[in-house]
């Protein structure tokens, strides 16, 4: 009788990623690895509604001569690779075979490694390399005249076609503005408040990682996030300077590039909270990179869990002041119906639903949660071969806040916002939660 455990009733831990090690690159390890796990999903299956990667897996198999994932052609492994994300949702909400029980399964750090072996064989489109070059990007779009242009040709539906024909990026899919007049730009002279009252865990004292999309793309969200800090007596500054956290290249697998972001902001970050400041940003992906992944790709380096353990999403410091009596809860404006999505990246985070807790504390105001991936993923939605299936996932989400018929719909992912405001197709634009706090709070 086999003494084989049925699924696990332990919290899930995670394994660091030996990437550096170079068994991690040998590719008949790799397809053994990718073979077991296949196997045990397909016995499973109860992650099919996740996301597509799931589906494309499943349909291999059934539509296999033997039905069994022995019957998957090891070159079409890389279509289930390709749609995986690093959501992380399989991970921590679903899957009962994650260590510690014996089966060992990750499925988003195995995704990791085959990206990371497609990369060094030189498999990676050029649009994907640029995609991800979010600090090049922004800062070529974000030239006074060239962001003009840019934000001008991406509505225009000539430039859109021509877009997708020389770098495949979908016609249809909405893409971010950009913004010369950046976060820091704005807050370069910002003087912050006196004083700073430190309680519990928290210092009084935080750094806002701006990310190059709250910096570049949204700045508006920036500055609403220091008018409540503010608000509520919490001391607020920017890092001297910052590059990507890492994110958008973890997800093309190129690892040596996100060791040279850390190598930029570790040491500016773990500065910042040995002279008594906490840290935070108002990307969920980008807060769990420096929470989770680059702990795990780098276990050994102290500055990196010094980071990681100053590292905060901004409604969980919120409530963390507020259990010590220290949020400013006098709000002047109720906002009657919130259909409120939450982000993936900070649901894995293992914080709770501190997003929702803080908005619910407005009087008059009802917070109805969607917990389902939008598909955004920063850029496989608006890749031309993904951007259907993005729609499909998004789907869920829409009905949802269609039949709330909220007052306010948005999201902690600014982009997964967006997202669902191309599928909803009604001209309500979404707002992020704390510029619905702002609201609340009449400022």
């Not at 799931?54 to 492994?77: C, H, I, N, Q, R």
């Not at 750094?207 to 919490?234: K, W």
């Not at 300077?241 to 190598?263: D, F, I, S, T, Y």
């Not at 719909?409 to 001209?427: F, T």
Request: proline residues 5%; aromatic residues 8%; charged residues 25%.
């Amino acid at each position: 009788m086999s003494s084989v455990r049925e699924g696990s009733l332990e919290a899930p831990t995670r394994h660091a990623v030996a990437w550096k090690d170079a068994k991690f690159y040998n590719e008949d390890s790799l397809y053994q690895e990718l073979e077991r796990v296949f196997d045990i999903c397909h016995g499973c299956r109860r992650c099919v509604s996740l996301c597509n990667a799931f589906p494309t897996l499943f349909d291999l198999v059934d539509e296999s001569s033997t039905m069994e994932v022995d019957g998957v052609a090891k070159k079409d492994y890389q279509k289930v690779v390709d749609h995986c994300y690093l959501c992380d949702l399989c991970y921590m909400t679903k899957c009962p075979y994650v260590p510690p029980h014996e089966w060992n399964l990750d499925f988003p750090h195995l995704m990791l490694r085959a990206k990371a072996v497609n990369y060094k064989k030189g498999q990676v489109k050029t649009r994907d390399k640029i995609l991800t070059s979010t600090d090049a990007v922004g800062n070529l779009a974000g030239i006074p005249v060239v962001s003009q242009i840019v934000n001008s040709v991406n509505k225009m539906p000539a430039g859109r076609k021509i877009l997708e024909a020389t770098l495949a990026v979908h016609a249809q899919a909405k893409l971010p503005e950009f913004h010369s007049n950046t976060l820091r730009k704005r807050m370069k002279k910002h003087q912050t408040v006196d004083n700073p009252e430190a309680t519990g865990k928290t210092t009084g004292k935080i750094a806002l990682f701006s990310t190059c999309y709250m910096n570049r793309n949204e700045p508006h969200i920036g500055e609403d996030f220091f008018a409540v800090f503010e608000h509520n007596q919490i001391a607020i500054r920017l890092p001297e300077k910052e590059r990507c956290c890492g994110m958008p290249k973890l997800e093309l697998g190129h690892l040596e590039a996100v060791e040279e972001a850390k190598n930029a902001n570790i040491p500016v970050l773990a500065q910042l909270v040995d002279e008594g400041w906490d840290l935070t940003a108002l990307v969920p992906s980008c807060v769990l990179m420096f929470k989770q992944e680059l702990p795990l790709l780098f276990p050994d380096d102290p500055q990196v869990k010094k980071v990681q353990q100053a590292f905060y999403d901004p409604f969980e410091y919120l409530m963390l002041r507020h259990k010590e009596g220290k949020l400013n809860t006098n709000f002047s404006t109720a906002l009657g119906k919130i259909a409120y999505h939450a982000a993936c990246h900070q649901r894995v985070q293992n914080i709770g639903q501190k997003t929702k807790e803080i908005l619910t504390l407005i009087p008059d105001t009802k917070v109805q949660i969607i917990e389902r991936c939008s598909g955004h993923d920063g850029t496989y939605a608006v890749k031309k071969e993904f951007h259907k299936v993005a729609m499909k996932i998004v789907r869920p989400v829409v009905r949802q806040i269609e039949n709330a018929k909220a007052d306010h719909y948005g999201s902690d992912c600014a982009m997964a916002g967006h997202h669902i405001e191309h599928a909803l197709d009604n001209n309500k634009t979404p707002e992020h939660p704390i510029s619905l706090l702002r609201k609340a709070y009449g400022l």
